[in-house]
Every structure is written in C-alpha cells, then in structure tokens.
C-alpha cells in the first residue's frame, strides 16, 4: 500500500530559524512530488514540484529535495518569519496512479515573533 | 490568466440529500481532479477527469459522480449524503496528457451534512 507520512505534525519555532519539514513515502516508484500551503480553511497553495528526474528544487527562501531511493523529501525555509505559519502537505503521484496525488496529513507550523 | 473557482463556498445539506459541487479549471488547463479533505487530515483523492472522460478514481463509493465539460470545468455530484460527507471539498486544475504538471487549487467548498 502507497503511503506518504508527515512527522512532525505540528512544530513551533522562533521567527528567524530554519524550518525544516519532512515527507516519507513507501514506493520509490514515484513520479513526482508537491509540497504545498494550506492556510486555515483554505485551499491548497503550491510551492514547489520535484520530478522524480530532479534532486531539488528551489524558489526563494524555500529549497526541496527528493531522495527516491530512501523514500525521502525533505523542505526548507529559510529564515523563517510569522507569515510562513500554516499547514504543509507534501502529495506523491507514484507511476502506477498517475495523476492521482496521495497527500499526507501535514505539518501544522507556527512561527513565534 | 483566471485561477482555479468553485462554488459554493459553503453549504449545508440534510442527511440523504444529494449536493453539486462546481469547478472552474486555470485558463488552458485540460484536466480537473477533485479531493475531500477531512478535518486535520491530508485531501484524498476522488477521481480525476481530462478532457470529459474520467481518467482515474480513489476509494470513493458510486454514489459519488462527476462530469466533465467541453470548457473543462467539472462537477462533483454526491447522493445520498451521509454525515461522514462533511468535509472541504477541492478541485485542482492541470494540463494533463503524456506530462503530468502542477496541480493548482481552488478555494474549496465546504461542506456540512447535519
């Protein structure tokens, strides 16, 4: 059974810290990962997508790696500040479901000032 | 360049009612997935169209339909409703066929069966 799992699920930091959130996933047979941004009650906001063909992938403050070998993504921002606190979900679409995207439950992340 | 709509927003149905959901995909995008997500939990998928034929479904019983429309904004039709239903219902837009891009979100509807 394809699983993606997220821990932890909820983290607080001081603002000015590195954030650094983790993705595990069952089946290397992957073909692409998503992490995403959910503000409460709303929808999903994408940040970053990793092809299976890729090591990384960055945009701004936020950097995501993908090891399909250890079933493995990994995202971080940088200098975190009060604005990055939502819910972060990284999704999989594994080769033998394309399309479908298999989330996991989030990491809920609050930045203190 | 439009983003991805739907509506209601919110709604509140009765235990065996049935509800539609709308979706309006991103300007030429050809494929509309829709997700439930439960409170505190991750979007699980219900199934997937692209360009008006369903291409792809989760674990979702029958009583849970869609369509898709030559414009590819899309549906999600559930009959029956039992109080589990009660979720945020998403639908994501992408540009599908040999590559699989980025999904991009809607807002939501949120849904409340009492």
């Known amino acids: 059974k394809q699983e993606v799992t997220q821990i932890p699920a909820a983290l607080s930091v001081p603002e000015g810290e590195n954030l650094v959130l983790n993705c595990s996933f069952t089946?290397?047979?992957?073909?692409?990962l998503q992490w995403f941004r959910q503000d409460p009650g709303k929808g999903l906001t994408s940040l970053l997508l990793?092809?299976?063909?890729?090591r990384e992938q960055t945009s701004g403050r936020l950097n995501a790696s993908l090891d399909k070998s250890s079933g493995r993504s990994t995202l971080y921002i940088a200098a975190s500040q009060p604005g990055d606190s939502a819910t972060y979900l990284c999704?999989?679409?594994?080769?033998?479901?394309?399309?479908?995207?298999?989330f996991g439950a989030g990491t809920q992340v609050v930045v203190t000032p | 360049e439009t983003g991805v709509t739907q509506s209601p927003t919110h709604l509140i149905k009765t235990r065996g009612q049935q509800v539609t959901l709308r979706c309006s995909s991103q300007?030429?995008?050809?494929?509309v997935s829709w997700y439930q997500q439960a409170l505190g939990q991750g979007p699980q998928f219900i199934f997937q169209?692209?360009?008006?034929?369903?291409?792809g479904r989760g674990n979702f019983p029958p009583r849970f339909s869609g369509l898709q429309f030559p414009n590819y904004s899309s549906e999600l039709n559930v009959n029956a409703l039992e109080l589990d239903d009660s979720a945020l219902y998403l639908c994501?837009?992408?540009?599908?066929?040999?590559?699989?891009?980025?999904?991009?979100f809607g807002p939501g509807t949120r849904l409340l069966v009492l």
């Open positions: 999704a999989a679409s594994f080769l033998d479901s394309w399309g479908k995207l298999q």
């Open positions: 994501a837009s992408s540009f599908g066929g040999d590559v699989q891009e980025t999904q991009y």
């Open positions: 169209y692209y360009r008006e034929e369903e291409n």
């Open positions: 089946d290397s047979a992957i073909y692409n």
């Open positions: 300007s030429g995008h050809n494929t």
């Open positions: 990793i092809q299976s063909s890729q």
